[in-house]
């Protein structure tokens, strides 16, 4: 009997240290909860209340910390995307054969060549992920529980789908700089062949325009070079003519016939001197000419010297061209350039990765979707409703039957909003019977002086 009794009385204090124990436990559980200031951090990036969160269960401390890195993570995504962009933006335009030789030199040569640009650069990109990481974390904040189940019903799609949308766009926008700095070097490669080739379009252009305007310029110049080469030619012609004739003068006056030596009469007869008269005037026609054709000989050398200029003015302005041509073909180092570039190198890889992104991007909206409602949920909304009612904001439902299934309808009552309008109806209230009460005195005691002295109120 003895043995039975102790027996029992062990089974119960067994039992009572199991449920002690089982609240020291949860206890334990609640109070003895190290969290480091990185979690907490994480939480705050999704939008979670911390507060809450140390009193959950560990399933809610991973989940949202989970889904505050994937935030975070977006963020410095975006901020290293942008950096890319801005840089790709800001940086002076070159060609790409030149970055493929200056990127082999390493971060020493980044180091080297930090500038006012560079430091832009940086500020652009850090603001930039600040940017996307508050528009991330709004999204992910603003997005409610749906239905707590695990399944996306399509009333939650719907509802998610202006968040999806934007999360999307930000997605391709995040993801495109990275492709391009991942595939920089074939980029390069295939951008140097485009430059190149585009140059060599807008030099042939160049060259068939000035050639041109050359050809033109000496098709001007070449009448008057024929017509300074007549005038010369007739000049030359006189001056011959005239030595022939003192030639045959000379023959002549020794007496020989011109071509054949030792015949004919000698001395200074009148055959000579019809020659030497014709000697005289051909000598001053040609000095009346060359007088006459040295004018017209400058002016021809003035338009062919004004032409030649011309010429060597167009000279210049061909290779001033050339050079802005490869500024040009420079230019072509832009984002949208290096954008269509590497849809076409990276193909479906570009694609992959541009998903990835984007699923980065989207995939917490999925998993709040997707998520059952665990203690967090149920203690925020009770923490909500709490705050409510202490502010005297009451919420009822009223159904009313409307067909089938029927309707139901939310009323708020603001309880201070309420109070303040009893106190307000109430003042407005005792103000009126003050007021009544006034004007009937004074009727009572005007009445009362009429009756006793009326003839003070006769005129």
């Known amino acids: 009997m003895e043995k039975e009794l102790q027996t029992t009385q062990t089974q119960k204090s067994t039992k009572k240290a199991e449920v002690q124990n089982f609240n020291l436990d949860l206890n334990d559980y609640l109070k003895d909860t190290n969290v480091s200031f990185f979690t907490k951090f994480l939480w705050w990036c999704c939008g979670a209340d911390k507060k809450i969160l140390i009193k959950a269960t560990n399933y809610d401390r991973v989940k949202y910390a989970g889904i505050g890195a994937i935030v ?5 995504l975006a901020a290293v995307s942008g950096g890319f962009a801005f840089s790709t933006i800001f940086a002076t335009k070159e060609m790409a054969v030149d970055k493929i030789n200056t990127g082999e030199e390493g971060m020493l040569s980044f180091l080297g060549n930090i500038d006012v640009s560079s430091i832009a ?7 930039w992920g600040l940017m996307i990481f508050n528009i991330d974390r709004f999204i992910i904040s603003s997005t409610g529980k749906g239905d707590g189940t695990d399944k996306i019903t399509l009333g939650e799609f719907g509802r998610a789908l202006p968040r999806l949308i934007i999360a999307v766009i930000l997605g391709v926008t995040i993801s495109k700089p990275l492709e391009l700095k991942i595939f920089e070097s074939e980029i390069n490669a295939e951008l140097e062949q485009k430059q190149r080739q585009y140059q060599a379009e807008l030099d042939e252009k160049t060259t068939a325009k000035f050639d041109k305007l050359k050809i033109e310029l000496e098709e001007k110049r070449t009448p008057l070079r024929e017509k300074k080469n007549d005038l010369n030619k007739t000049l030359e012609e006189r001056r011959l003519e005239i030595l022939n004739l003192e030639e045959e003068l000379q023959y002549e006056i020794q007496g020989r016939v011109k071509g ?3 015949s004919g009469r000698g001395g200074y007869g009148p055959a000579a001197k019809k020659i030497e008269q014709t000697i005289a005037k051909r000598t001053s026609e040609l000095e009346n000419l060359k007088l006459t054709y040295a004018v017209q000989q400058e002016e021809l050398d003035a338009e062919i010297g004004e032409i030649k200029l011309f010429i060597t003015e167009l000279d210049g302005e061909q290779k001033t061209e050339r050079l802005n041509n490869k500024k ?6 832009g984002l949208l350039q290096r954008i269509k570039i590497g849809d076409e190198v990276a193909g479906v890889i570009g694609i992959f990765l541009m998903l990835l992104l984007l699923s980065i991007e989207t995939g917490p909206l999925f998993f709040k979707m997707m998520m059952n409602k665990g203690p967090y ?3 925020e909304e009770n923490l ?8 005297g904001i009451v919420i009822e439902y009223d159904f009313y039957p409307d067909g089938k299934e029927g309707q139901k309808i939310k009323k708020v009552n603001f309880l201070e909003v309420k109070a303040e309008e009893d106190i307000a109806k109430t003042r407005v209230a005792g103000q009126t019977e003050i007021n009544n009460s006034i004007i009937e005195s004074y009727k009572a005691s005007e009445l009362k002086n009429i009756n006793n002295n ?3 109120y006769i005129s």
């Open 454 to 456: 009326p003839e003070d």
């Open 384 to 391: 909500k409703n709490k705050i409510k009612a202490f502010n």
């Open 72 to 76: 975070l993570v977006t963020g410095i």
């Open 260 to 262: 054949r030596k030792g």
């Open 121 to 127: 650069v940086v500020i652009f990109a850090i603001f």
């Open 328 to 333: 040009l073909a420079k230019g072509l180092d």
């Open 377 to 379: 949920d149920y203690m």
